[in-house]
């Protein structure tokens, strides 16, 4: 549909009429997008903290960092971790000076069979926090969304108050298990899950609203009001705007500054495509998903399975890069390299 550019001027941007019916969120670690586009809330993961924290502007919070990983001493590996979760949380302190809301900091992705080892990291984080003056209430700690991750999400919203975003979320097992678990907030992942059938498939293109990605999120937000669960959806991993249009009226969408500047510059009209009015309605039944029945039902959807493995891994790979990065500045000097 085309505007006439007099209509264009008069006519909100589909940013701004997005904010209307969804709480925008900045995936971004880049302070300068924070302050362009005002999110209410913002995300981050090892892959954008490592892009941000190769940045100039930025030095200062890796120098701080890293000062911070050696006055704690011990051994070259502690160090090293330590240095790399202050990182995380200095880069979310100063994220939180710019925005309203939360912001979310990950759990390291090696972490992520290992529901004790999540448990413990995420306390971590959050005294982290305390210690710089924020409290856990503006934070969400991203777990990945293994069976372990869940329950390690279930103990820490249940007994220490802490609110758990979880990540990696591509199948409908994991989103049922996570409403049981009473986590605060999913990240269902539209742009992977997307990527997995192009690249599996005979189809490579699809309107929004048969885009895989865009239909299980659909599916996932149903459920949720149906059954009256107060785990918040938040799409994420977004290829393109016609996704995030096409799930206008979703609870939350956290999008990357590339996207957030082209719905800045779009002049349509938006109206909203889930409602709780129209889950309500819908026909899907309840289930309940033990660990057995959990793993079973993931297991059959293949995208799921290799998508959150995938995943993981490259989380992974990225939290390797960034204690690298953080352990050639804090021991090749004095290693006389």
Same mark, same amino acid.
């Given at each position: 549909?085309?505007?006439?550019?007099?209509?264009?001027?008069?006519?909100?941007?589909?940013?701004?009429?997005?904010?209307?019916?969804?709480?925008?969120?900045? !995936?971004?670690?880049?302070?300068?997008?924070?302050?362009?586009?005002?999110?209410?809330?913002?995300?981050?993961?090892?892959?954008?903290?490592?892009?941000?924290?190769?940045?100039?502007?930025?030095?200062?919070?890796? !120098?701080?960092?890293?000062?911070?990983?050696?006055?704690?001493?011990?051994?070259?590996?502690?160090?090293?971790?330590?240095?790399?979760?202050?990182?995380?949380?200095?880069?979310?302190?100063?994220?939180?000076?710019?925005?309203?809301?939360?912001?979310?900091?990950?759990?390291?992705?090696?972490?992520?069979?290992?529901?004790?080892?999540?448990?413990?990291?995420?306390?971590?984080?959050?005294?982290?926090?305390?210690?710089?003056?924020?409290?856990?209430?503006?934070?969400?700690?991203?777990?990945?969304?293994?069976?372990?991750?869940?329950?390690?999400?279930?103990?820490?919203?249940?007994?220490?108050?802490?609110?758990?975003?979880?990540?990696?979320?591509?199948?409908?097992?994991?989103?049922?298990?996570?409403?049981?678990?009473?986590?605060?907030?999913?990240?269902?992942?539209?742009?992977?899950?997307? !990527?997995?059938?192009?690249?599996?498939?005979?189809?490579?293109?699809?309107?929004?609203?048969?885009?895989?990605?865009?239909?299980?999120?659909?599916?996932?937000?149903?459920?949720?009001?149906?059954?009256?669960?107060?785990?918040?959806?938040?799409?994420?991993?977004?290829?393109?705007?016609?996704?995030?249009?096409?799930?206008?009226?979703?609870?939350?969408?956290?999008?990357?500054?590339?996207?957030?500047?082209?719905?800045?510059?779009?002049?349509?009209?938006?109206?909203?495509?889930?409602?709780?009015?129209?889950?309500?309605?819908?026909?899907?039944?309840?289930?309940?998903?033990?660990?057995?029945?959990?793993?079973?039902?993931?297991?059959?959807?293949?995208?799921?399975?290799?998508?959150?493995?995938?995943?993981?891994?490259?989380?992974?790979?990225?939290?390797?890069?960034?204690?690298?990065?953080?352990?050639?500045?804090?021991?090749?000097?004095?290693?006389?390299?």
């Amino acid at each position: 549909m085309s505007v006439s550019p007099v209509k264009r001027q008069k006519m909100e941007s589909a940013l701004d009429q997005l904010k209307h019916h969804t709480t925008v969120v900045a !995936d971004t670690g880049d302070f300068n997008a924070i302050d362009e586009y005002k999110p209410l809330d913002a995300t981050t993961n090892p892959s954008l903290i490592l892009a941000a924290a190769q940045m100039p502007a930025y030095q200062k919070l890796v !120098d701080d960092a890293v000062a911070y990983g050696k006055k704690l001493a011990g051994s070259e590996e502690e160090q090293i971790k330590n240095a790399s979760d202050k990182l995380f949380v200095l880069f979310g302190a100063e994220i939180l000076k710019r925005i309203p809301g939360r912001v979310s900091t990950e759990v390291d992705a090696r972490l992520s069979f290992d529901k004790e080892g999540m448990i413990q990291r995420a306390r971590r984080l959050i005294d982290l926090y305390k210690e710089v003056g924020v409290g856990k209430d503006r934070i969400l700690i991203k777990l990945s969304s293994t069976w372990e991750g869940i329950q390690a999400g279930r103990v820490l919203e249940a007994e220490y108050g802490i609110h758990c975003n979880m990540t990696l979320l591509f199948s409908f097992a994991q989103a049922v298990a996570c409403a049981e678990a009473g986590v605060t907030l999913i990240s269902p992942f539209v742009g992977r899950i997307l !990527d997995w059938y192009v690249a599996n498939g005979d189809k490579k293109t699809y309107e929004p609203s048969e885009d895989p990605g865009v239909k299980s999120v659909t599916k996932i937000y149903n459920y949720y009001k149906k059954f009256g669960y107060k785990t918040i959806v938040m799409g994420a991993s977004f290829r393109n705007t016609g996704q995030i249009k096409a799930l206008t009226g979703c609870d939350y969408l956290t999008i990357s500054p590339k996207l957030l500047a082209e719905l800045s510059k779009e002049h349509i009209k938006l109206t909203p495509t889930l409602s709780v009015k129209e889950a309500q309605a819908c026909d899907l039944e309840k289930i309940h998903l033990d660990e057995k029945a959990f793993r079973w039902h993931h297991n059959e959807d293949q995208m799921a399975v290799e998508k959150l493995s995938d995943g993981i891994r490259r989380f992974a790979a990225d939290a390797v890069k960034l204690e690298r990065m953080l352990k050639e500045r804090m021991f090749s000097a004095e290693n006389g390299k």
